[in-house]
């Protein structure tokens, strides 16, 4: 199984960018997918998760009302839109496919994950 993700850059505070992932080798509607992330110096924390059909969709506190999850199972790829960026929102961002077909939001019960990709937000 291959998740790689992509979109990630620089941006000022305030912008926006639409990270993605592309998955492989899995059958990709089954199963929930999740996005984490990690700053310098701090554990991985969740971000948004998303079920298999995309009916249910939860959020991370710190970026409710401004980040979106989606998928698209017929091109086998999940994106995370993120607007009005926050310095705090500076991260590696994971893309990760959770076990079971609803998401669990726990860093435990992922299979598989991607590389990350770098989110810079400059203030």
């Known amino acids: 199984v291959q998740l790689v993700e992509s979109g990630g850059g620089l941006v000022q505070a305030g912008g926006s960018l639409r990270l993605s992932c592309a998955a492989s080798?899995?059958?990709?509607?089954?199963?929930?997918m999740e996005w984490f992330r990690q700053a310098p110096g701090k554990e991985r924390e969740f971000v948004a998760t998303?079920?298999?059909?995309?009916?249910?969709?939860f959020y991370a506190d710190s970026v409710k009302g401004r980040f979106a999850i989606s998928r698209d199972n017929a091109k086998n790829t999940v994106a995370l839109e993120m607007n009005s960026l926050k310095p705090e929102d500076t991260a590696v961002y994971y893309c990760a496919s959770a076990g079971n077909s609803y998401g669990s939001r726990e860093i435990r019960d992922m299979d598989y994950w991607g590389k990350g990709t770098q989110v810079t937000v400059s203030s």
């Open positions: 998303i079920s298999w059909s995309g009916s249910n969709r």
């Open positions: 080798g899995r059958t990709f509607s089954r199963y929930a």
